[in-house]
């Protein structure tokens, strides 16, 4: 079983940048794909990035690339998300979470994670 606590979040102004830290708890961590998602206010949770067990592959949904790092450090157990040039629609509630076996497309899924953490709010102002 894996727990997942994420920090970092905060207020930022528009152009500006944030560092999402991710830690978890659990002996196997490497064996997890890492992925981040996020939800504003009524609308969908919806795919940001994830990264593979050994970091070999990353992917990031369309209107973070570029903008957006995902990095992982397995002896540490933390996953990370690099955010550059945010902007006010970015604004949500940020979430890391694991999935013992998604693959390929299927790893854009939510419902593909098994474990999640509580979210961290990042508010981008104009």
């Known amino acids: 079983q894996v727990q997942l606590v994420e920090s970092g979040g905060g207020l930022v102004q528009a152009g500006g940048s944030l560092r999402l830290s991710c830690a978890a708890s659990g002996r196997t961590f490497s064996s997890y794909l890492m992925g981040w998602f996020r939800q504003a206010p009524g609308k969908e949770r919806e795919f940001v990035a994830h990264i593979t067990r050994n970091s070999e592959t990353t992917y990031y949904a369309d209107f973070v690339k570029g903008r957006f790092t995902t990095s992982r450090d397995n002896a540490k157990k933390m996953v990370y998300l690099q955010m550059n040039n945010l902007r006010p629609e970015d604004t949500a509630v940020y979430s890391c979470?694991?999935?013992?076996?998604?693959?390929?497309?299927?790893?854009?899924?939510?419902?593909?994670?098994?474990?999640w953490g509580q979210g961290t709010q990042v508010t981008v102002s104009s």
């Open positions: 979470a694991a999935s013992g076996y998604c693959t390929g497309i299927e790893c854009y899924r939510h419902y593909r994670y098994e474990y």
